[in-house]
């Protein structure tokens, strides 16, 4: 291969993100200068983030730029290097945009460079070992500080990062209380992540829902979602329960900013907290949420699930598949095998 296939950010997005946003290009291959290294991603990561950093707006990173590959994490193989701590043939992982090539350092881009631990697939580092399994880890336990007993709800339970922290909490000993789209994802977190009940939010009444499978209602309540699932849980919190704002899927594609919810006062009369974080912040404590993750899995204490879309070509939808719901785990695509 000789030429860098990119998908290039054409046009920001007004509602759905689709390919119409993206316009493909071929580039020659970069060259690494001094102290960088010619990465060829291998697989790239898909995260729901990716639609705000194409708005332009003030954000925790600077928008993706028009007539840019589109930002992505990704793990690949390092083709060439002009840096002693990196060969030929390591697998590493860094910020590699949806594109074939990326000349990437250690210290650079959200995700810098890192060489893969031993024995730790990519798909395995990508996602339960990647950002959002730190994201489940650190958001439910520095800001949701669950207690044995207590009672965790999550949004978004299904995802990778939702499925991730209602098992750590169950590990914790608390009881855990799923919400999900649809029959298989509430089945998996029943059957196979072991959540204690589960609310299926596209079978409506999710008020009543949560009412229902929370009698002694929540303390730690961990949202991806928010808009209307927000609104919902906010009924049902304890004196001094948590509110984890990891994130709010169900407007990320909305063309009007959502309303806020009408229920905010509970938090007075609760006297609970409600607080928002962004993983990155974590990345240097990220050593010890592997090294911990990675004990509960060995362990069998915690399950994940990876949704591999394969081809170059399926970039721009497999980025949709996210807010349609599609992704069964953590929404990854390979778009080459190492050499
Ligand atoms: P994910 O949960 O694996 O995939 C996204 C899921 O969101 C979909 O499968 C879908 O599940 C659900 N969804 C999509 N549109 C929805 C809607 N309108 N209403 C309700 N649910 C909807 O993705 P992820 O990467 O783990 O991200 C999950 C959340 O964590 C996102 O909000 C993301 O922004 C946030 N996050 C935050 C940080 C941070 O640092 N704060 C870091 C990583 C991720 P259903 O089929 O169940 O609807």
Not at 311 to 324: K, S, Y
């Amino acid at each position: 291969m000789n030429i860098n296939r990119q998908w290039l950010l054409s046009k920001r997005p007004e509602g759905m993100v689709t390919r119409e946003n993206f316009e493909y290009a071929e580039t020659p291959i970069p060259e690494a200068g001094a102290g960088e290294v010619l990465v060829r991603n291998l697989f790239l990561s898909f995260d729901p983030t990716q639609r705000g950093w194409m708005v332009d707006r003030p954000s925790y990173l600077p928008p993706v730029a028009i007539g840019a590959p589109m930002r992505a994490g990704s793990v690949g193989q390092v083709m060439a290097s002009q840096h002693s701590d990196f060969e030929v043939g390591d697998i590493v992982q860094t910020t590699g945009g949806w594109q074939d090539f990326v000349v990437a350092a250690p210290g650079q881009g959200p995700m810098g460079l890192t060489k893969l631990p031993a024995g730790v697939p990519p798909e395995m580092m990508l996602s339960v070992l990647g950002i959002t399994g730190l994201t489940a880890y650190f958001g439910l336990l520095d800001l949701g500080m669950p207690k044995p007993g207590e009672t965790v709800l999550i949004s978004g339970a299904a995802g990778a990062t939702g499925s991730v922290a209602g098992q750590i909490a169950k590990i914790k000993g608390c009881r855990v209380v799923g919400i999900a789209g649809g029959p298989e994802k509430c089945a998996w977190l029943k059957e196979e992540a072991g959540f204690d009940a589960v609310i299926d939010y596209k079978a409506g009444d999710v008020d009543g829902q949560i009412k229902a499978s929370c009698p002694d209602k929540f303390d730690v309540f961990f949202d991806n979602v928010g808009g209307d699932i927000l609104e919902a849980a906010l009924n049902h919190m304890n004196l001094k329960a948590r509110i984890v704002l990891c994130g709010g899927i169900s407007g990320y594609n909305a063309t009007e900013p959502a309303p806020g919810p009408a229920n905010l006062m509970n938090l007075i009369t609760l006297r609970a907290r409600m607080e928002g974080f962004i993983v990155l912040d974590y990345m240097p404590r990220a050593g010890e949420a592997i090294e911990q993750l990675l004990a509960w899995i060995q362990a069998g204490d915690l399950k994940f699930q990876v949704d591999l879309q394969e081809g170059f070509d399926q970039i721009p939808e497999t980025l949709q598949r996210l807010f349609t719901g599609q992704n069964l785990g953590k929404q990854l695509l390979k778009i080459a095998d190492p050499i």
